[in-house]
């Protein structure tokens, strides 16, 4: 929906997504398990040519790295979170003990937005009027979070857990349909890595060809690395 401007007329321009919303933690997650897996998978065929082998080794690079994405990231944000909200709590604390002191902090940070000081004044002592808004914008502004907007750790570990699973199946799934050798393996993961920079393209600056390609190296690169190290292992 496009927003009208107070003069009426619609805006010349639209920015970009810069934080990019799910798209970038869900297209990276499964960017990871894509890359990951197929050169896991890439490594252990390089070294042995029994299907049965190679399967376990890539469902167990599935478990294995979509629990440890999923472990990590709740930990993660669970400590970024905590940590937030402890310092949120000291704010609090801040504005209901010395109230003249943060509301002369709000007034100076108001002015550094460059309005007049009597208009900032008035401003503050506004916002101050309601703690709970006044502890908002104190938060966004010194601390750069707001209690409201804070991410869930089971979401964040659910979401990594799910995308990286995802791109993982991806270079494993050729095998579970009963191909018995890397060429399909690698046919779909080079298709899926394509694709991926594609879709990271909508959260850069970058063209979609270039955004592909790139990505479709990295995962080759790692790919090839893994197999030849596979193949020197496996002749020893």
Not at 16 to 24: A, Q
Not at 78 to 103: C, D, F, G, M, T
Not at 161 to 190: E, I, K, N
Request: proline share 4%; aromatic share 6%; with cysteine.
């Amino acid at each position: 929906m496009i927003q009208i401007g107070p003069d009426g007329h619609a805006p010349t321009h639209r920015h970009r997504d810069v934080t990019g919303g799910w798209l970038r933690p869900a297209v990276f997650g499964a960017m990871d398990g894509l890359v990951s897996n197929f050169a896991l998978i890439a490594g252990v065929a390089g070294g042995t040519s029994n299907t049965r082998i190679v399967l376990l080794a890539g469902a167990a690079g599935l478990a294995a790295g979509a629990f440890s994405m999923a472990g990590g990231e709740y930990v993660s944000v669970a400590s970024q979170r905590e940590l937030a909200l402890a310092e949120i709590a000291v704010e609090r604390r801040e504005l209901k003990h010395n109230p003249e002191i943060e509301l002369a902090e709000l007034t100076q940070l108001i002015e550094r937005s460059g309005v007049d000081p009597k208009v900032a004044a008035e401003v503050a002592r506004q916002i101050s009027q309601d703690p709970e808004k006044a502890l908002e914008v104190h938060s966004r502004a010194e601390l750069g979070v707001s209690q409201r907007d804070l991410p869930s750790p089971l979401t964040a570990a659910v979401s990594s857990f799910l995308s990286f699973s995802l791109g993982a199946l991806l270079p494993l799934l050729p095998y579970l349909l009963g191909m018995h050798d890397l060429r399909g393996s690698a046919v779909v993961s080079c298709l899926a890595l394509f694709g991926a920079g594609v879709l990271v393209s909508r959260v850069t600056a970058r063209g979609w060809l270039y955004s592909g390609l790139r990505q479709l190296m990295v995962g080759v690169a790692a790919a090839v690395l893994t197999f030849g190290l596979g193949h020197v292992i496996g002749s020893l």
